[in-house]
């Protein structure tokens, strides 16, 4: 890796902090939005009056998590490619386009509340089969996502690569799944 590179990624303060506070940062993070979306998701009642522009929220949902999936297979032809530059930039859009799903992701179940599945027969094993592996692998992508970034942007490439070999197949999956869970409720509801 040039050190060009290294001096545009890297982040002066993140190289001077202690990775373990800083694992342990993201993991108190990280659980603090697993916990708020859990409230969110299955303790909270939806609101008593929906705007209708919230009911648009779930295409604007499934646009940001197709968007993310672009980006994500952008930065790792990028990275095939040795083209470090464009591969974070690429992840950084990633994460913005992901960043946004999650804020209107939010801002529906805050007005909806939690979406039941009406469907039966076959699809309904499937459905849950996609929804629960989604939910978990979500849940443990958010860690990973924020990891990988730490240790890119403190110049500690090698334990980037071993973190980004796990954070990537999940991030896709979570993503592409979340797109296949809004077009299969769309079908049913």
Do not use: C
Not at 16 to 25: D, F, H, M, Y
Not at 94 to 100: D, E, I, N, T
């Amino acid at each position: 890796m040039d050190k060009h590179f290294s001096k545009q990624v890297t982040i002066e303060s993140f190289k001077n902090l202690n990775v373990a506070k800083a694992v342990i940062g993201i993991m108190i993070a990280s659980g603090l939005v697993l916990i708020f979306l859990f409230w969110l998701l299955y303790f909270r009642d939806g609101a008593e009056v929906v705007p209708t522009w919230v009911y648009q929220l779930p295409s604007l949902n499934a646009f940001f998590n197709s968007v993310a999936t672009v980006l994500l297979i952008l930065a790792f032809i990028e990275i095939k490619k040795r083209r470090f530059v464009q591969h974070m930039r690429y992840n950084l859009a990633a994460f913005v386009a992901s960043a946004f799903f999650l804020i209107s992701y939010v801002l529906y179940h805050n007005f909806v509340g939690h979406t039941p599945f009406p469907g039966e027969g076959w699809i309904r094993p499937v459905y849950f089969f996609i929804l629960i592996s989604h939910i978990i692998l979500s849940v443990a992508v958010v860690p990973l996502i924020l990891s990988s970034f730490f240790f890119a942007f403190a110049g500690k490439f090698e334990t980037h690569r071993k973190i980004s070999k796990f954070t990537f197949p999940i991030w896709i999956y979570v993503s592409i799944t979340g797109v296949v869970i809004f077009f299969v409720l769309n079908i049913y509801l």
